[in-house]
């Protein structure tokens, strides 16, 4: 049976938003009109919608390695465009792209 979905909320935002797991955190988002993550290519390319996860289960697609090394990996940097949630999740957004994470 399909799960109704999981709740997504951005550090330092009240929203929360429902996103299915057969969905992208990036589609689940874009859903609800949320303008917090930049939307690019929506393949794993480009990596403007880079996040990091501070709660919760994900799986994630193919993403290239030029914009989450294996280190960023570790520390849960992922591509919200190639991220799927298995459980309910808190994520951070890179503001302005001006590399200071919360
Ligand atoms: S939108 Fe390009 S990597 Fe996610």
Redesign the pocket.
């Known amino acids: 049976m399909m799960n109704k979905g999981f709740q997504i909320s951005i550090q330092g935002s009240d929203k929360i938003v429902t996103c299915r797991e057969d969905e992208s955190l990036?589609s689940g988002l874009a859903r609800y009109g949320q303008k917090e993550v930049p939307?690019?290519?929506?393949?794993?390319?480009?990596?403007?919608?880079?996040i990091r996860v501070l709660k919760g289960e994900f799986e994630t697609g193919k993403?290239?390695i030029k914009?989450v090394s294996a280190m960023e990996k570790d520390m849960n940097f992922t591509?919200?465009?190639?991220t799927f949630p298995k459980s309910d999740m808190v994520i951070t957004v890179n503001i302005k792209g001006d590399r200071k994470w919360q």
């Open positions: 990036l939307a690019g290519c929506r393949q794993g390319g480009c990596g403007v919608c880079k993403m290239s914009h591509l919200a465009c190639k």
